[in-house]
């Protein structure tokens, strides 16, 4: 097997349980894995060399909250939004009659755009959401480009209710025949609970039918407003719950007393001018947080993970290694793949050789200097895909 010495790195941030930046640093990549991590000074041979010349490096981002699988624009949305109509659930609609008149090579060409849009900006591990297409041909089409463009699938059918469907009705296809024919794509199920898509026992029963079937648990919830999502969330253990812009404090203490992993998508919340989620209410009561893209055509049309970092790190209140932490082990953890052989963001050995390269000697410029195209190259695998 080819290995290849990375050298001349100024500042490595592994994301191990320490957290440390270590300086002068050296990463060795072999098969796919991370084979050595050290001092430069100490590196074993290997078969290639690239000096980094004293830039930054770390983990791929991981983004574990993306809609990539679409048709259509909604660029029209969006500025009637920035001139003041406030964000609804019932938006989603226009781009579920696109992406039901799409065809599979079409929905294959946007996402797979996409996912080359975010790999070039750092992001190594994608996920990518069902959700636009509310009929059983549609979003099993969905999953099936979503499992090949993306490394982790979630079943959303229940995103919303299809406005020409009975509401009961809807809930039994997506609880039974449209979750059997996404099955064999999809690693999670998810529900939009909110007001104008699911309640918390409608949310319930979607995620304890995809339970029964296998998957992992996710929701989306308190984006537009105080409800249950979160003891919801909590009470089911999910890995995740997505938003979370309103909490009460029993909901702050709830997460900070579980394993589901607060994710919060601060690009869309500028896009919905809804508050920002308490990042540092969560962090300091001891909660998981993660940050994620929420690459959608409606409310966050963005893959990139840098500008997400340095949003947290500019509005909401955390520290760059915070920020970055979220972007990347704690985004893994929302996922499930913190740890084990098919591990994600962290640099480690024996670990999967996912890194990037920064145009700048620290992490903090990520922040620093905010809308600069800052990642110079990016390994996935251990195969350099970019720079």
């Known amino acids: 097997m080819t290995s290849e010495l990375i050298t001349g790195i100024g500042e490595l941030t592994t994301q191990d349980d320490d957290h440390a930046r270590l300086t002068d640093a050296a990463v060795v990549l072999e098969a796919g894995r991370i084979a050595w991590i050290g001092p430069a000074s100490r590196a074993p041979a290997a078969d290639r060399r690239t000096d980094v010349a004293g830039r930054a490096v770390l983990p791929g981002w991981v983004d574990t909250h993306t809609h990539v699988v679409f048709?259509?624009?909604?660029?029209?949305?969006?500025?009637?939004?920035?001139?003041?109509?406030?964000?609804?659930?019932?938006?989603?609609?226009?781009?579920?009659?696109?992406?039901?008149?799409?065809?599979?090579?079409?929905?294959?060409?946007?996402?797979?755009t996409l996912r080359r849009e975010a790999q070039a900006q750092g992001t190594t591990f994608l996920e990518a959401k069902t959700g636009y297409g509310l009929d059983l041909e549609t979003e099993t089409r969905s999953a099936r480009v979503a499992a090949e463009v993306a490394d982790v699938v979630t079943f959303l059918g229940a995103h919303v209710v299809p406005p020409d469907a009975d509401r009961r009705d809807y809930l039994d296809l997506v609880t039974g025949p449209m979750l059997t024919a996404v099955r064999p794509y999809v690693d999670f199920v998810d529900a939009f609970c909110e007001r104008g898509a699911f309640d918390v026992d409608e949310s319930r029963e979607v995620l304890l039918a995809g339970r029964a079937a296998g998957l992992g648990l996710r929701l989306h919830g308190n984006q537009l407003g105080f409800g249950g999502a979160v003891a919801l969330a909590v009470e089911l253990g999910c890995a995740s719950v997505d938003h979370c812009n309103y909490l009460t404090p029993a909901d702050v203490e709830a997460l900070a007393s579980s394993s589901t992993v607060a994710t919060l998508l601060p690009a869309c919340d500028l896009s919905t001018r809804e508050p920002f989620a308490p990042a540092r209410a969560l962090l300091d009561a001891g909660a998981s947080i993660a940050l994620a893209t929420n690459c959608n055509p409606g409310t966050s049309y963005t893959t990139s993970m840098p500008f997400c970092v340095a949003t947290a790190v500019l509005q909401m209140g955390l520290t760059v290694a915070e920020a970055v932490w979220a972007a990347t082990r704690g985004a893994a953890r929302a996922v499930g793949r913190e740890h084990g052989p098919d591990a994600v963001g962290s640099l480690r050995v024996g670990g999967r050789a996912d890194l990037q390269v920064l145009a700048a000697p620290s992490v903090a410029h990520l922040a620093y200097?905010?809308?600069?195209?800052?990642?110079?190259?990016?390994?996935?695998q251990g195969i350099r895909v970019s720079g």
């Open 369 to 380: 200097r905010p809308g600069v195209a800052l990642t110079a190259a990016v390994w996935r």
């Open 71 to 112: 048709a259509g624009d909604r660029s029209a949305e969006f500025e009637a939004r920035m001139a003041g109509q406030r964000y609804a659930a019932g938006g989603i609609h226009a781009t579920v009659r696109a992406t039901r008149a799409a065809t599979d090579a079409e929905l294959t060409a946007t996402a797979s």
